[in-house]
């Protein structure tokens, strides 16, 4: 030191920094690359928000319309889309049985119907012919 708070630099470390530490350049270059770091992470996060937030505005926009029978797919689409990564394969599977589970809830719910409908008719009848012991011989006399 030649002065009171002055530093000299050393010959033996010449070109390294006063301290050891990485220089300038070094540091700036480190600090960009952590930067450009964030800021792609950032960027792909925002980018799957927005497919997220389309997707649930897709969602949102039929159901206001009222859109009751939902998009069937077939297992070939499904597994083409599990292959191409847009979906995974335990989306794929859950979709398929979802579709299943709805198609055969929608034959037995019309199945009971019938039937429903059937016996009713079943249970008329029985009441006329309760009510009107002859009518079933009158209606083969008219034939």
Known sequence: MSEQGEI???????????????????EREAYRTGMHAEREKRQASEQREAELRG?????????????????????????????????TEAEAERIYESQMERRISERVTAAVEESTAANGVVSEIQSYKTAIPGLATISKRAT
């Open 8 to 26: 000299t630099p050393d010959p033996d470390s010449e070109g390294e920094g006063s301290s050891g530490d990485a220089s300038p350049d070094k």
């Open 55 to 87: 997707r649930l505005s897709a969602l949102e926009e039929s159901a206001s319309r009222g859109d009751s029978r939902e998009t069937t797919f077939t297992r070939a689409q499904l597994d083409a889309a599990a292959a191409d990564g847009r979906i």
